[in-house]
């Protein structure tokens, strides 16, 4: 459980060869223990190293792989983070349908257990996949449900994602000031925590929120 959780603090701080050895080492003791629901989760870990890395057919293996585990051990909450993880890969390979049937099937089964923290996890990414299809309205109301939630929860990291994707698609709809708004208190987050990638996301955004609000100079023949 300890190289589990080594894994998982790794990959908060992107250090994904890092995080690989030990969720890999996490699913052999596991393994050897007999111990399906701990393999599954560490499994998991090793599709999420694979899915950050840009490897998406990989992280699938991964997920399914753990999936059939944690369905074997009743694991609800597990089986409805690995719903939200798989959806969220197969919007990745571009298959948005399957990625739509996945996603509200780990929605449906968040709000069946009552765990409010999986279901903005699956709302945050509905609302990436509604914009990435181009369905900007549908995006905001999930990625502000789920930042709703997430406040309630006092969760900060997850928070900033969905402020995040909330800035994504609010400059998609022609909005750059608003977007800039939300990016910043996002930065904020991202920078305390030290979350290096979803820093990198958001100053690129902010940038193109910048170019977006700036009008471009007069030209004169």
């Known amino acids: 459980m300890l190289r589990r959780g080594l894994g998982q603090v790794r ?7 890092e995080a690989s050895a030990d969720m890999r080492r996490s699913a052999e003791l596991f393994a050897a223990l007999g111990d399906v629901r701990g393999e599954a989760l560490a499994v998991a870990g ?3 190293v694979a899915r950050l890395g840009d490897r998406p ?3 699938l293996g991964c997920y399914r792989r753990a999936l059939a585990g944690l369905e074997r051990a009743d694991d609800l909450t597990g089986v409805a983070q690995l719903r939200n993880s798989i ?3 197969y919007a990745v390979l571009g298959s948005f349908g399957e990625a739509e049937t996945w996603l509200s099937r780990a929605r449906e089964l968040a709000r069946e257990i009552e765990d409010p923290h999986r279901e903005a996890k699956v709302l945050t990414e509905l609302g990436t996949l509604h914009r990435d ?4 309205p549908e995006s905001l109301t999930c990625l502000r449900s789920a930042l709703g939630i997430l406040e309630e929860l006092d969760d900060e990291r997850c928070s900033a994602y969905a402020l995040l994707g909330i800035g994504q698609t609010l400059l998609e709809a022609g909005e750059p000031v608003q977007a800039r708004g939300v990016c910043d208190r996002a930065l904020r987050v991202f920078r305390e925590t030290g979350n290096h990638q979803g820093e990198t996301t958001g100053l690129a955004l902010l940038e193109q929120a910048q170019r977006r609000r700036t009008p471009a100079p007069a030209t004169h023949p």
């Open 11 to 17: 990959l908060y701080h992107d250090e994904y060869a």
């Open 46 to 48: 090793l599709g999420t």
């Open 57 to 59: 057919l990989e992280a």
């Open 87 to 89: 959806g969220s890969t």
């Open 133 to 136: 299809t181009g369905r900007l």
